[in-house]
């Protein structure tokens, strides 16, 4: 959910969307292994959640046929300006980046895909484990009958949940570059609370944006984020069809280690392809 006061849902929108992007300015530095992935693979790549195009983009770029979907309209605006500007694009050859406004969950395409993608935590918005199974199983679902899945997912410790009291945290402030020469300061505030009876944190993230010609300006997004466990992530990936291959702790493909609080799975289809029989 996403509030300003005064102002419109969509315009709203359409700034987080933009904060989401000033967010990740950090690279988290997981595109370099999709890029990677993509091009062991080759084929067809589906990513679930694309938001603003930051995986999609690049490996549009690289050659790939691309299908990103994501619910959020202002999100995929910011995927399509990205495709817009990018000088892959424009210099033509084989590249294709589809974007459709769609609910992951009940994605229901023709095609079926060599990789297909669900990063950085994605998983854990979705709206509860109902929901979770139902974005995995799309996934199974679209898949080729050689093609892998991989899922990005973080798993909090107890150091981190412990944060999770309520408390206001500062995350960061950054300069925003808005267009036509102006730039405005952001900051970033975020509160979460846990709870491990249902095993969910709500979040609610406030950014605040001003410059030296503007007073203070404040949007909202709440979220759910549902939480998993390796164990409860491998019962989901079992009864959606889909079988671990291989788990790493990092995005430069270190194994998993007990404790991590990172889990990056590559899976493949296992009792079904889209209902045809998957080979052995």
Not at 80 to 106: F, I, M, Q, S, Y
Not at 152 to 171: H, S
Not at 173 to 178: A, G, T
Not at 190 to 212: G, K, L, V, Y
Request: proline share 4%; hydrophobic share 40%; glycine share 8%.
């Amino acid at each position: 959910m996403t509030k300003r006061a005064g102002q419109s849902t969509a315009a709203a929108g359409a700034e987080i969307a933009r904060y989401y992007d000033l967010d990740l300015a950090d690279d988290p530095g997981d595109v370099e292994m999709y890029l990677a992935l993509a091009a062991q693979r080759g084929g067809a790549i589906l990513e679930l959640c694309a938001g603003s195009g930051r995986i999609a983009v690049p490996l549009a770029a690289a050659g790939h046929a691309v299908t990103a979907v994501d619910r959020d309209p202002n999100m995929l605006d910011r995927a399509r300006l990205a495709w817009k500007r990018h000088p892959a694009r424009r210099a033509g050859g084989r590249r294709a980046l589809t974007l459709l406004e769609n609910d992951v969950t009940l994605l229901d395409l023709p095609e079926r895909f060599e990789l297909a993608v669900l990063a950085l935590n994605s998983l854990l918005l979705l709206d509860g484990r109902d929901a979770q199974l139902a974005a995995l199983r799309s996934m199974a679902r679209h898949l080729a009958p050689t093609g892998r899945a991989i899922i990005d997912v973080w798993l909090p410790g107890k150091a981190d949940l412990e944060l999770y009291d309520g408390r206001l945290m500062l995350d960061w402030v950054r300069r925003d570059n808005v267009g036509a020469g102006r730039a405005e300061w952001v900051a970033k505030l975020t509160s979460a609370r846990h709870d491990p009876q249902n095993a969910t944190a709500e979040i609610t993230t406030f950014f605040d944006a001003w410059s030296d010609t503007k007073r203070v300006r404040r949007v909202m997004r709440q979220d759910t984020a549902h939480l998993l466990t390796q164990k409860g992530l491998r019962r989901l990936l079992d009864e959606a069809g889909l079988i671990v291959e291989s788990s790493m702790g990092d995005y430069s493909s270190a194994p998993f280690k007990s404790g991590g609080d990172r889990l990056v799975v590559i899976c493949r289809g296992g009792r079904s392809y889209g209902g045809r029989p998957s080979p052995d």
